[in-house]
C-alpha cells in the first residue's frame, strides 16, 4: 500500500529505486531482529527540499530469513520511509554475479573479464521485474522515480509495463553511476538492445561525465538506429533527454564532523602518529578497475629513486571489499605480496613505508584520516565519481593537500587543480608522486581553491536540485510502451 498521498498542489513524492537499501539486520531469535543502518555510498539519505517526499526501494544489504520479511518491511516502513525487496534464494546469487562480473566489466571496458551465460541473464531479468512489480505497487499519479545504477536498468520498460497506463504522470529518472562504454564495446553484451530500449522508457537519464553521454548517443544512434542530437534521443515520438550530472558530496558531511571534540581528537592523534611525515592517502575497493597494484608499483619506484625520501614518506592505503566480487580481479594475496616486498625492502626499526587498513566507519576515522594527510592519490582505471577524493578535498582547508586524479576518473574532464596521472604509466606515476611531495605552500592554496569551487559548485544538494528541475522538464510521456524489433534494430 502506497505511503501517505501528498497535496499534489503543494508535495511531490519521489522513489528512490537502488539495488541495496542500506539496511541489514541481527535476528534476536524470537521473530524480531535488529535492524542495521549502513552508511555511505549512493545510499546516504538526500537532502531534498521541504515539499518533496523522499521513500527508498531496494534490496537489504544482507540476505533475510523469511520468517523475518514481514517484520523487517514493517519497520523499514514506519521507521525510514523504505521498502524492501525480497529476492528469491535462488535469484539472487546469480543477479548479484551478473552484475559484479559481465555487466561491470562491459561498462568499465573489460572485456577480457566478460562471460556471458543466459542464465545469469534471465536472473537479473527476474530480479528487475520482481523491483519493477514493488515499485508498481507504491507509485501513485504525479511520483517522479529516481533509479540508480547499472543492475536495475530494464526497471524504466518494466515500470512502464507493470503500472500500464493506470497511474498518470509519472516522470522516470534513471541515473548511472558508472561509466558507459563505447559501441564497440557493449555490443560485447549479447543483450545490449534490449538494455538501451529499456533505459529509453525513461524521461531523463543522467550520466557523471560528458564522454559517457556521448557514448550512450552514439550506441542509440547505431545500435538503434535513433536520431540524437547533444542532449537527447527521439524514441517512439518521444524525446528523452540526457545530459552529464556529476554526483558530488555532501559538502558539510567531512567539515561538520571535523569541527566536533571528537573530530578534533581524532586529527590530533593521527596528527601526532605521523609527525615529520608526508603522508600520501588512497582508499580503493578491491577491484581491478581502481589500480591499485599499479599505484604500489609506483610508489616502489618512488622509493627506488629517490631513496632521500625514505623515511620521510608514508603511503596509507585503505582497501575495501565490495559487495559481490568481480572475477580475474586482484585479489588481497597479491596486493599483499607487493606490499610485504616494498616494506622488506625499505622498512626500519621505526620506519614503516606503507600502512593498510580495511572498511572503518565515516565518522570515527575517514574525515580524520584524509585530514591529516598531504597528498591523495587515485589510480582508477575507470572511475565514475570519485567520491573518496572529493571528500579529501572537502578536509583539507587548513593543509591544502595535494590530489593526484587518474585522467580517467570523469572529474579529471572539468576539475583543475589537480595533477593528472595515467596509471597504466608506473614511472609517470611514480615521478608526479614525487612531483606531488615539492610543491609550495602558495602553490598548494591556489590548486586547493580551485578544487574547492569544482566540489562546491557540483556538490550533492546541487545534483539533486539539477535532477528535480531536469525531471520536471521533461515532456509529458504515451503511456505505451512499445519496443523495437531485433529485426528493425540497425548495425551500423
Not at 580495511?358 to 592519490?377: C, P, Q
Request: hydrophobic content about 40%.
Amino acid at each position: 500500500m502506497p505511503f501517505m498521498l501528498p497535496d499534489p498542489a503543494t508535495t511531490t513524492r519521489l522513489l528512490e529505486i537502488h539495488q541495496y537499501l542500506p539496511f541489514g539486520l541481527t535476528p534476536n531469535g524470537d521473530g524480531t531482529a535488529n535492524i542495521i543502518q549502513h552508511g555511505g555510498g549512493f545510499n546516504t539519505a538526500l537532502k531534498v527540499p521541504s515539499n518533496v517526499l523522499l521513500y527508498s526501494i531496494g534490496c537489504p544489504s544482507c540476505e533475510v530469513p523469511s520468517e523475518l520479511e514481514d517484520f523487517l518491511e514493517v519497520k523499514l516502513r514506519e521507521t525510514y520511509g523504505a521498502i524492501p525487496v525480497f529476492l528469491p534464494k535462488d535469484v539472487r546469487p546469480t543477479f548479484e554475479k551478473f552484475c559484479n562480473s559481465t555487466i561491470w566489466s562491459i561498462f568499465h571496458t573489460l572485456p577480457e573479464h566478460v562471460a556471458y551465460r543466459r542464465d545469469d541473464w534471465t536472473a537479473y531479468v527476474q530480479a528487475n521485474r520482481m523491483y519493477a512489480k514493488a515499485v508498481a505497487a507504491e507509485v501513485c499519479d504525479g511520483d517522479m522515480l529516481w533509479i540508480h545504477g547499472l543492475a536495475l536498468m530494464l526497471l524504466p520498460e518494466m515500470i512502464r509495463a507493470e503500472i500500464n497506463g493506470r497511474v498518470k504522470d509519472v516522470k522516470i529518472a534513471f541515473i548511472m553511476h558508472t561509466p558507459f562504454p563505447s559501441i564497440d564495446v557493449l555490443r560485447i553484451l549479447p543483450v545490449h538492445t534490449e538494455v538501451l530500449q529499456a533505459l529509453l522508457q525513461s524521461d531523463f537519464l543522467s550520466f557523471h561525465a560528458a564522454d559517457y553521454v556521448k557514448n550512450f548517443l552514439d550506441c542509440c544512434s547505431r545500435a538503434l538506429c535513433l536520431d540524437t542530437t547533444p542532449n537527447s534521443v527521439q524514441f517512439h515520438e518521444q524525446t528523452v533527454n540526457v545530459a552529464s550530472c556529476p554526483y558530488g558530496i555532501d559538502l558539510d558531511r567531512c567539515k561538520d564532523f571535523l569541527r566536533t571534540p571528537t573530530g578534533q581528537q581524532k586529527l590530533s592523534a593521527m596528527t601526532r602518529t605521523w609527525r615529520g611525515l608526508k603522508v600520501m592517502i588512497s582508499i580503493d575497493e578491491l577491484q581491478n578497475t581502481n589500480g591499485v597494484l599499479e599505484k604500489l608499483y609506483a610508489f616502489e619506484a618512488l622509493l627506488e629513486d629517490h631513496k632521500e625520501w625514505i623515511g620521510k614518506v608514508i603511503l596509507v592505503q585503505i582497501l575495501i571489499t565490495p559487495k559481490g566480487s568481480l572475477e580475474g580481479g586482484p585479489n588481497e594475496g597479491e596486493i599483499n605480496a607487493v606490499i610485504g616486498e616494498i616494506m622488506g625492502r625499505y622498512s626500519t626499526m621505526d620506519y614503516s613505508p606503507i600502512k593498510v587498513f580495511g572498511t572503518f566507519r565515516f565518522r570515527d576515522d575517514f574525515a580524520a584520516l584524509l585530514a591529516a594527510s598531504d597528498v591523495y592519490v587515485d589510480s582508477s582505471f575507470r572511475e565514475a565519481t570519485s567520491e573518496a577524493a572529493l571528500h579529501y578535498i572537502m578536509t583539507q582547508h587548513t593543509n591544502h593537500g595535494v590530489l593526484l586524479l587518474s585522467q580517467f576518473a570523469a572529474p579529471a574532464q572539468t576539475m583543475r587543480g589537480v595533477y593528472l596521472v595515467n596509471p597504466y604509466d608506473t614511472l609517470h606515476l611514480a615521478d608526479t608522486m614525487y612531483e606531488s611531495l615539492m610543491v609550495d605552500a602558495a602553490q598548494r592554496r591556489e590548486n586547493w581553491t580551485q578544487m574547492e569551487r569544482y566540489v562546491a559548485k557540483y556538490s550533492r544538494e546541487a545534483w539533486v536540485q539539477s535532477m528535480l528541475g531536469a525531471l520536471k522538464k521533461s515532456s509529458s510521456r504515451n503511456p505505451e510502451t512499445r519496443r523495437i524489433s531485433a529485426e528493425s534494430a540497425c548495425v551500423a
